[in-house]
């Protein structure tokens, strides 16, 4: 699931800040702020942030980039490494995007589940959207629908990709079924040879 993989990635982040001796904090948004643990140094703050992170529910279900872009630049400062974990179903944040990679180093990890992306044949599928409750029903067995969807999201893709590189963003694809090393240890290769 992606939370599993956003709370992996996040004790990962949080370990690895350990390490370095620097400070983490962490805010969970969904169309509000729902959490905000100030930045701290030591491993009983990053303890806490995994038992939060495990713990976390959501009080909504709808998602609002532009309000947690614009909280970190708000509430945070100095000048920081900023990682963004999130499935990136949200439209118009191009704006937030930019003026947060000013002032902070912006890095976007983009959690996806396959399925998302492209529908299995399997006859007749009923999808529901997780922030607004609609359901549909879809043929996957039609393959003019299977087609649909994937342009779909081809299109958001492409979209969401063009946004990150007009704002000087680094991100990455990970996907729920695979292994997040390799593709994590790329980004941050590339970053330091950028550094």
Known sequence: FKKDLITELCAVLSFSAIQNNDKIGIIFFSDK?????????????????????????P?????????????????????????????????NFDDALKLTNKKHDL????IYDPGENELPEVGLIRLQDAETGAIIEIDSSDKSARKGFALIAAQREKM?????????VDWINLRTDRNYVQPLMK?????????
């Open 107 to 110: 890095v976007a990890f983009k």
């Open 59 to 91: 009080e909504n279900s709808k998602t609002n980039i532009n309000e947690a872009l614009r909280y970190v630049s708000n509430v945070i400062k100095k000048k920081s490494i900023v990682f963004i974990i999130s499935d990136f179903m949200d439209k």
């Open 33 to 57: 702020i729902e959490r905000f643990i100030p930045p701290k140094k030591g491993k009983t703050h990053i303890l806490r942030i995994i038992r939060e992170l495990i713990e976390f529910k």
């Open 160 to 168: 969401l990709s063009e946004s990150f590189a007009k704002s000087g």
């Open 187 to 195: 980004l941050f290769k590339k970053r330091g040879r950028k550094g």
